[in-house]
């Protein structure tokens, strides 16, 4: 997806959080290399990846969609309750993506995640503009 797509929502984001309106103040540059703020991630991207980075072809909302997605979260180690108490009463296809963005946080957290584009590309101010896996 081209960064064009993108960025309007990371700037909209971005200039929510304290002290990053406007120029890029101290506390969104702290330092790291990544700006150490704002990732994006993706559930396509992430099941993409976990899938040896080939394209799922069952649909998500399919039932062998689901239970591919779902495999593959436990093969990552994110296995999925079949009770999910009141998280049991959304769509199953939300669940299985908030798992998948919580794979991919996860690994933002560890320092394993990858971007994509990689190298990502950067905005007017330097920070990095990637979806994250």
């Known amino acids: 997806m081209p960064s064009s797509v993108r960025q309007p929502g990371v700037r909209h984001i971005s200039s929510a959080l304290p002290g990053c309106g406007g120029a890029v103040p ?23 990846a976990l899938a040896g980075k080939t394209p799922l072809g069952p649909r998500k909302k399919s039932w062998a969609g689901q239970m591919a997605r779902r495999s593959l979260l436990e093969a990552a180690g994110v296995a ?22 919580a794979w991919s946080a996860h690994r933002i957290a560890q320092g394993s995640a990858s971007p994509l584009p990689d190298p ?5 101010h330097g920070r990095p503009i990637a979806i994250w896996y």
């Open 120 to 124: 990502p590309e950067r905005d007017r």
């Open 80 to 101: 999925l309750p079949d009770a999910l108490g009141e998280a049991g009463r959304v769509p199953p296809d939300d669940v299985l993506d908030a798992a998948a963005a």
């Open 26 to 48: 101290t506390p969104c540059r702290d330092g790291a290399e990544d700006g150490g703020r704002l990732f994006e991630a993706h559930p396509e991207v992430s099941f993409w």
